[in-house]
């Protein structure tokens, strides 16, 4: 069966340091991936979709970026983080246009 | 623009009611996936139901029922005889199709307490 695992769960970064968010997909091949969002209010924005590897489209304009290294691997980064970024982090794969299913999400608090 | 509507913010209700979850989309595609997902406090999303736009039966797993109505561009969602582990955050979601994936449009979720 296909499971997703991304990490750390848990992120206290100060203002204008790096951010590297990881997440691995297993059980499958050539997945679609996804990085979204989840800011106060529970709101879920799509930041970034990747349908193959080094292909990475950004659905919103900002300071943080993603890449795709391997096939089943989805690494989200920024240089200088920034308050706004805080937040809670979830990478999610699908197969084709089918179910997006989740992983157990990363919670970044930026102080 | 594809848009989720999920009008109540929250619901509490007391151990084995019924509760109704509201949700209402609007999209101009012909085809088109609706969902569900539960968020417990742990934050993780956990897929309940993806239904596709043809396909109006409604359907029931156990506990859980979903009314979709193309119609009225609704579907809800209801938990009968609730329990307190039923407590979470619920998203309904809408998938736009394009070619080769898809993306999902959320609606703000309807938080659910439930009390012994």
């Known amino acids: 069966s296909q499971t997703i695992h991304q990490w750390p769960a848990t992120l206290v970064q100060p203002v204008g340091s790096p951010l590297s968010l990881e997440c691995t997909v297993e059980g499958t091949s050539n997945p679609n991936l996804y990085w979204y969002r989840q800011a106060a209010g529970r709101g879920l924005q799509l930041l970034f979709y990747s349908v193959g590897i080094g292909q990475i489209s950004s659905e919103v304009p900002q300071n943080l970026s993603a890449s795709r290294p391997q096939d089943r691997q989805f690494i989200l980064s920024s240089k200088k983080l920034l308050l706004s970024d805080s937040g809670f982090y979830l990478c999610?794969?699908?197969?084709?246009?089918?179910?997006?299913?989740f992983g157990e999400g990363s919670w970044l608090t930026v102080v | 623009a594809q848009k989720v509507t999920q009008a109540q913010t929250e619901i509490s209700v007391v151990e084995k009611e019924d509760v109704t979850l509201d949700c209402v989309y609007e999209t101009r595609d012909t085809t088109y996936y609706l969902f569900w997902y539960k968020q417990p406090p742990s934050g993780e999303l956990v897929f309940l139901i993806r239904?596709?736009?043809?396909?109006?039966q409604n359907e029931i797993s156990g506990r859980y029922s979903w009314n979709f109505q193309k119609s009225t561009s609704s579907f809800n969602f209801t938990i009968t005889a609730s329990q307190v582990v039923d407590s979470a955050v619920y998203f309904c979601?809408?998938?736009?199709?394009?070619?080769?994936?898809?993306?999902?449009?959320f609606g703000k979720g309807t938080m659910l307490l439930v009390s012994p």
């Open positions: 999610a794969w699908s197969s084709g246009g089918n179910t997006i299913y």
């Open positions: 239904r596709n736009s043809f396909d109006e």
């Open positions: 979601a809408l998938s736009e199709a394009r070619s080769g994936y898809s993306t999902l449009t």
